[in-house]
């Protein structure tokens, strides 16, 4: 069977084209180089059961490419039929952290999450403890955070200890953007609140976190970047600049972490979310809901191991 189609550089840049030839798998992974920009995307996807026998990628003077892929598997049957997972999800209460939540509820894992409004996590418990198969008010536990605060961080992990033990999965998805504007036109307070909460919140989530699964040797950690993690746009330079900083910073861990762990930066794509909105206006309606993106995210996370250590994932 051979399949052609389009894997997506940027929201913004267009598309790189592909086409696979294939037999008998169901779940595909190939990284992509592009040798004029010296950088290298990994992307996982969903196919039709066969086996593949080949990948190739058009040339052409913009783009010169080489791949590889490898099968790893039915991601649907594997975490349907795999263990039970403790996931430390944060920015909770909202988006794609509170779908996420709820998508793996649903399928029976634990819940560890946190946001900053108490008001919103109070509401958010009891619809997470609705749609948690089976029905539990106890199974999870989520706390007030701010986790641009290197001591709130450090609170909360040691009350994750004492109440949950260490996290199998950390998904650091905790974000903010600024309002559109020109670099020069943005106040630096809110340059600063992007800086604070989508960077550091995530180094401070790592800082306390690591070493509790570093006494493990086992854990996933994905950070959530973005495709203006790998490219740049108008108006929203704080954004972009922290989400390069996440493709970094998560990049330069991976090679710190022992066999295994793994960390990656996952792209989670364009999703209708509020801080879509925020940039996009009435036309992020056009895009796929975060319902609708959970349960190919939940799919991926899942079966992430540590052959994944490093790499830059796309959903």
């Known amino acids: 069977?051979?399949?052609?189609?389009?894997?997506?550089?940027?929201?913004?840049?267009?598309?790189?084209?592909?086409?696979?030839?294939?037999?008998?798998?169901?779940?595909?992974q190939f990284t992509h180089h592009s040798l004029f920009r010296g950088s290298?995307?990994?992307?996982?996807?969903?196919?039709?059961?066969?086996?593949?026998?080949?990948?190739?990628?058009?040339?052409?003077?913009?783009f010169r490419q080489r791949s590889r892929i490898h099968a790893t598997g039915n991601p649907s049957m594997r975490s349907a039929g795999g263990a039970i997972r403790t996931l430390l999800i944060t920015g909770v209460s909202r988006g794609l952290g509170k779908a996420l939540a709820l998508e793996l509820?649903?399928?029976?894992?634990?819940?560890?999450?946190?946001?900053?409004?108490?008001?919103?996590l109070n509401a958010f418990q009891t619809e997470l403890a609705s749609s948690t198969n089976p029905p539990s008010e106890n199974k999870h536990l989520l706390?007030?955070?701010?986790?641009?605060?290197?001591?709130?961080?450090?609170?909360?992990?040691?009350?994750?200890?004492?109440?949950?033990?260490?996290?199998?999965?950390?998904?650091?998805?905790?974000g903010t953007i600024n309002r559109n504007n020109k670099l020069w036109e943005v106040p630096a307070e809110e340059?600063?609140?992007?800086?604070?909460?989508?960077?550091?919140?995530?180094?401070?989530?790592?800082?306390?976190f690591i070493p509790l699964m570093l006494e493990k040797k086992q854990g996933v950690i994905v950070n959530m970047s973005s495709g203006w993690g790998r490219s740049g746009a108008a108006q929203v330079a704080p954004y972009c600049a922290s989400k390069w900083a996440i493709e970094g910073l998560t990049a330069s861990v991976a090679k710190e972490l022992p066999p295994g762990m793994a960390a990656v930066a996952l792209n989670p794509g364009v999703i209708?979310?509020?801080?879509?909105?925020?940039?996009?206006?009435?036309?992020?309606?056009?895009?796929?809901?975060?319902?609708?993106?959970?349960?190919?995210?939940?799919?991926?996370?899942?079966?992430?191991?540590?052959?994944?250590?490093?790499?830059?994932?796309?959903?």
């Open 143 to 174: 706390m007030s955070v701010d986790v641009s605060l290197n001591s709130s961080v450090e609170e909360f992990a040691r009350a994750v200890m004492e109440k949950k033990g260490v996290p199998d999965i950390i998904v650091n998805c905790a």
């Open 105 to 120: 509820a649903k399928r029976g894992h634990y819940i560890i999450g946190c946001a900053r409004s108490q008001d919103k």
């Open 1 to 28: 069977m051979a399949i052609a189609g389009t894997t997506p550089s940027s929201p913004f840049l267009g598309h790189v084209p592909f086409h696979i030839v294939m037999g008998k798998s169901s779940f595909a």
């Open 191 to 208: 340059f600063d609140s992007v800086i604070d909460t989508n960077l550091k919140g995530t180094a401070n989530v790592l800082r306390y």
């Open 272 to 315: 209708y979310t509020d801080m879509l909105q925020s940039c996009f206006g009435n036309s992020a309606s056009l895009y796929q809901t975060p319902e609708s993106w959970a349960p190919k995210a939940a799919n991926m996370i899942l079966n992430l191991t540590m052959a994944d250590n490093g790499a830059s994932l796309s959903v």
């Open 40 to 62: 290298k995307t990994t992307v996982k996807v969903l196919l039709p059961l066969g086996k593949f026998t080949s990948i190739w990628f058009p040339q052409s003077q913009r």
